[in-house]
């Protein structure tokens, strides 16, 4: 992997553009900094382009980043990054996604990720939107694959999927044949970690849109929800329902 490229796309996506540059300028993303560089970077000809596990390994295809402009990279890195910062496969696993579902909920996270980088025009091609799937763009990742599913998740587990579908595990949480083992000796990001970058991200996030003026919806929503939790109120109305029941039990 040319990693002198990779550097300049990372360069590219966190400086601040230079008046009357031509081309196109940089993103102006500081606070994704501390995202960024603690990606370890794999080469991998099995992958298109480049996909990213939930050890943070991004996987690229030698001959696509030599082929690719720095745009074009750090546009992915953007996309992967994204998918990383908003627990895609946490929260996939939750709902127990599989290889039989992941497409669909891969198309339900690239949407999302579609809205936070859309304001910065970061977009790679081929990345769905909410608008094409017919969904309001405040809807989470959650609710944009309930629509697209329909019917819950069937946790029948499904075949092995290929390295070329989907954007890895660090999106849906489905292990592809060519992601290196979790205890393999290259670097990665463990949960600890993974979670201070998230709370740095957003803290630098914020203080961001403060300066330049403008809060992206969606990004701003996320950095909120890190910096400040709700408690969600499912499980806590689920827990009410079954201890009424248990109590009126046997009691008519």
Known sequence: VDYTKLAAAKLWLISEPNPGASGSPPRDQPYLGHALYALVAVPSLEVPTITVDEHWRVYLNPQWVDAASVPEIGEQLAHVTWHLLAEH???ARSLDVDSSTAKLWGKAADASVTET???D???PPGLCSVGELGVPSTWSTEE???KLSRLPPS???GGPLEPDEGCG??????PRSHE?????????VDLNEAREIRK??????????KRRGDQPGDAMRWAKKILDPTIAWEPLLTGAVRRAIGWAAGRG
């Open 89 to 91: 496969a946490d929260r």
């Open 180 to 188: 290196l083992p979790a205890d393999f000796d290259i670097g990665g």
């Open 121 to 123: 025009s970061l977009v």
């Open 117 to 119: 980088l859309k304001p």
């Open 200 to 209: 740095l991200v957003a803290i630098e996030y914020v203080e961001h849109a």
């Open 169 to 174: 595990s660090g999106c849906d949480g489905v």
């Open 144 to 146: 944009i694959y309930a």
């Open 155 to 157: 946790g029948s587990g």
